[in-house]
């Protein structure tokens, strides 16, 4: 399953399976149950994470209490707190898994290091994160710019994937909106 | 005044001045005066733009007619759609001239011929888009976890550089708040 992992890399890079073998032992594998924590928010955050088979969903939790969903990671999908990750600072995200989910993990030292020794790396997550920060962009749009109702629909019908497999009180959080409305204008709309 | 981008290019990776007197071709400097705009909606998007001096704006119409801004940049940042960019699609998005401002344009072509030729420029770009995705997670987590009025004043005290130079309603567009709210609420804190 790990293959998964040199799959995404060719669709950006060209890396060969004997190149891959070398890269692998930077990573630790591993497997989550479902709503196994991952990493916690307090504490220096120092890896990064790719889905294998499953779903990731990075939170926080607000002064009141309830928490919010800022990401999710599903296949091939990469995730950390970047900001916290790059400067090995505290993050104040959690992150937990939605579903059973199988990873690979990476600390920062060790992504340097494999950086370092496959520059043509750099190619590959600058895409990544490029594509990642481009998305958000248009995430910031929808916000601005769809009603409530709008955008839990627009996320629905675009993302029919994440919407089957992620529970609703979470997509809930992730869009920002309660629960309570979600259900409630899903009841509209079926009625 | 390009040299600013090679000292940006030195924050992250090691590029002489003879290697930048060969990268500084691929780009075209432009001026543009205050309000001027840069690239509009609706047209495909080939071009990124670093600022050299100035403040570009980026944001869309919404389907009443009121702008709304997603990203600022001021000198040292990139700008550009980034998802419209990567696969030269057209973008929703204008971008303008908070102030006159001195800026360094490539088209998209030039961009990947240029990482081509100085591959190392690649861990540049992985890690300012890196930097930019991890602002993006920051800042979805203070929209879902702030008041409109903590947003506001979060926002203004730990960028006062940003504050002091773009006018408000463009701040609080960029924040999700009406410009009557940040009268309101500078009025309420001044009182």
């Not at 040199?6 to 890269?23: G, T």
């Not at 990064?48 to 990075?58: A, D, I, K, P």
């Not at 997550?125 to 998305?135: D, E, K, P, T």
Request: hydrophobic content about 40%.
């Amino acid at each position: 399953m790990p293959k998964r992992l040199l799959a995404h890399f060719n669709q950006y890079v060209s890396i060969s399976e004997e190149e891959f073998m070398d890269i692998l032992p930077y990573f630790e594998r591993k497997t989550a149950r479902k709503k196994e924590m991952i990493s916690r928010a307090g504490v220096s955050c120092d890896q990064t994470y790719f889905v294998l088979e499953g779903c990731l969903n990075m939170y926080f939790t607000t002064e009141k209490g309830s928490e919010r969903t800022v990401q999710f990671a599903i296949e091939n999908w990469w995730l950390t707190d970047d900001l916290a990750y790059i400067n090995k600072q505290p993050t104040e995200f959690n992150i937990q898994a939605v579903e059973k989910t199988a990873y690979l993990v990476i600390s920062h030292d060790q992504h340097m290091k494999l950086l370092e020794r496959f520059p043509k790396l750099e190619k590959y997550f600058r895409s990544i994160y490029q594509i990642a920060y481009g998305a958000s962009l248009i995430k910031f749009k929808f916000l601005q710019d769809l009603s409530k109702e709008e955008i839990y629909f627009h996320f629905t019908e675009n993302f029919p994937g994440f919407a089957q497999r992620v529970p609703q009180y979470l997509i809930a959080s992730f869009l920002g909106l309660t629960p309570e409305y979600v259900s409630e204008i899903r009841a509209k709309r079926r009625s």
